[in-house]
């Protein structure tokens, strides 16, 4: 069960840690531009430099949030099997309490045929 606390507290975060780092990025690269005394072509060439590093920054946020997210399903569909298994278990008990209970009123009403035919016997 703490798994299951630890899945969805973290789940929130991620969210917010990713988008945390694309605006501290494109904020930093933007006052890295105003503030920096450097020619168009230096510019470009870090702009390029940046864009490349967010991009890939992005792959990694990306590929953790697709394995986290595999992870989930796996829990999720562990979870179903789980509660398939309980509920066969469940109508299994319930069907042979069932059976056994009809079992024990088939036996009174016939012993209750039984007696009535014995009755009827005497008063006859």
Same mark, same amino acid.
């Given at each position: 069960?703490?798994?299951?606390?630890?899945?969805?507290?973290?789940?929130?975060?991620?969210?917010?840690?990713?988008?945390?780092?694309?605006?501290?990025?494109?904020?930093?690269?933007?006052?890295?531009?105003?503030?920096?005394?450097?020619?168009?072509?230096?510019?470009?060439?870090?702009?390029?430099?940046?864009?490349?590093?967010?991009?890939?920054?992005?792959? !990694?946020?990306? /590929?953790?949030?697709?394995? #986290?997210? *595999? @992870?989930?399903?796996?829990?999720? $569909?562990?979870? &179903?099997? +789980?509660?398939?298994?309980?509920?066969? !278990?469940?109508? /299994?008990?319930?069907?042979? #309490?069932? *059976? @056994?209970?009809?079992?024990?009123? $088939?036996?009174? &009403?016939? +012993?209750?045929?039984?007696?009535?035919? !014995?009755?009827?016997?005497?008063?006859?």
């Amino acid at each position: 069960m703490n798994s299951e606390n630890n899945y969805s507290g973290n789940r929130g975060n991620g969210g917010g840690i990713v988008a945390a780092l694309f605006v501290g990025l494109i904020m930093g690269g933007i006052i890295g531009i105003i503030f920096a005394p450097k020619s168009g072509k230096e510019t470009r060439k870090e702009l390029m430099e940046k864009s490349e590093k967010i991009i890939e920054k992005s792959k !990694e946020s990306l /590929g953790d949030v697709m394995e #986290k997210t *595999k @992870d989930l399903k796996q829990v999720g $569909k562990q979870k &179903i099997e +789980e509660l398939k298994i309980a509920g066969e !278990e469940t109508w /299994g008990k319930g069907k042979k #309490k069932i *059976k @056994d209970k009809a079992k024990i009123i $088939k036996t009174v &009403i016939s +012993e209750s045929k039984t007696k009535a035919k !014995e009755v009827e016997d005497y008063l006859s």
